[in-house]
Structure formats: C-alpha cells, structure tokens
C-alpha cells in the first residue's frame, strides 16, 4: 500500500513536466518560466539520480533519470525561446 | 556522505521552486507557467508528504512540506495573473 502511494506520487512529481514541455513547445515561449529554478531544479534531480544509483534504488534512478531528461529539455527550450533575461 | 548527498539534492529541488515564484510575483505573469504541470505536480507532493508522514521520514516531510507550500503559491499566482487558457 505505501509502496504504490511512493510509485503513484513519484510518477505524478516526474510526469508533471511532460505539459510544461509540451507547452513551451507549442506556444514557443519560456518567457514566464523561471532559469533559476530550473537549474536549481536540474541539479538537484541530477544528485538524486547518483543517490539514487549508489544507494542501488530502482525507482529513485527511474523517475530521477526521467525528471532529468525533461528538465533538461526545458532548460533548453528556456534557452532557446528567450532572450530577455529573466532570472 | 550519502546523507549529506541526499539533504543537498533535497534542498536544491525545494529550494528550486522560490525563483519561480519570486519572478512570477515579480513580473505578475505566469503564462508560460503549465497549469498541468503544477497541477500533477502538487498532488504528487501531497502523497510524498503523506508518504512521509506513514513512514516516519523527517527528511521526505520537511521537503515535500515546504515544497507544497510554494507549488500552492504557484497555482494561486497562475490562477490569479493568468485568464488565457495555458494547458
């Protein structure tokens, strides 16, 4: 039972950003969209994941490698879309 | 050594969430912000507190607490700046 409420919360924490993803896409605009926080952000999930593999956790390394990925490619869309400077 | 490893990347992926909502406050725009992604993301956060709360883990209830608070202040500032309807 706890295990599936850690499963079900860390699919909803990892896949919450698929739609910021997608949005940004669509609308070609990052503007509004913090760079701090996502590099804050994209640390933080990227010492999760060596956590993750030195603890030898399955799920931390799935949903923190996932997570990686797509803040990656929203810090890359935040790159690419705006040239103001928002920080 | 993993204990202090596991604090910083909690840290870092609460602590993430402050810019944003100080440069959504700032500019009072929070367009590009994915309604969805703050959405999923704040229920997930609320099943890691409970999770955290069941298993006792003072680390998991003190990130995930915090990081309610200003994933709410998110949705509020979405909700309140944003009237187009940003998916």
């Known amino acids: ?4 409420m850690g499963y079900v919360a860390g699919s909803l924490t990892t896949l919450a950003f698929i ?3 997608l949005q940004i896409y669509r609308t070609k ?3 509004d969209v913090s ?3 996502f ?3 994209t640390a933080g999930v990227a010492l999760w994941l060596g956590y993750g593999i030195m603890t030898h956790s399955f799920p931390v390394v799935a949903a923190n490698a996932i ?3 797509l803040s990656f ?5 935040k ?5 103001s400077s928002n920080i």
Chains 1, 2 share one sequence.
């Not at 039972?1 to 599936?4: A, P, R, V």
């Not at 490619?73 to 869309?77: H, K």
């Open 1 to 4: 039972m706890l295990e599936i």
């Open 19 to 21: 739609p910021q993803v």
């Open 29 to 31: 605009s990052a503007k």
């Open 35 to 37: 760079l701090a926080m």
């Open 39 to 41: 590099l804050l952000f």
């Open 67 to 69: 997570t990686l990925v």
């Open 73 to 77: 490619v929203i810090l890359y869309f």
């Open 79 to 83: 790159w690419k879309y705006t040239r």
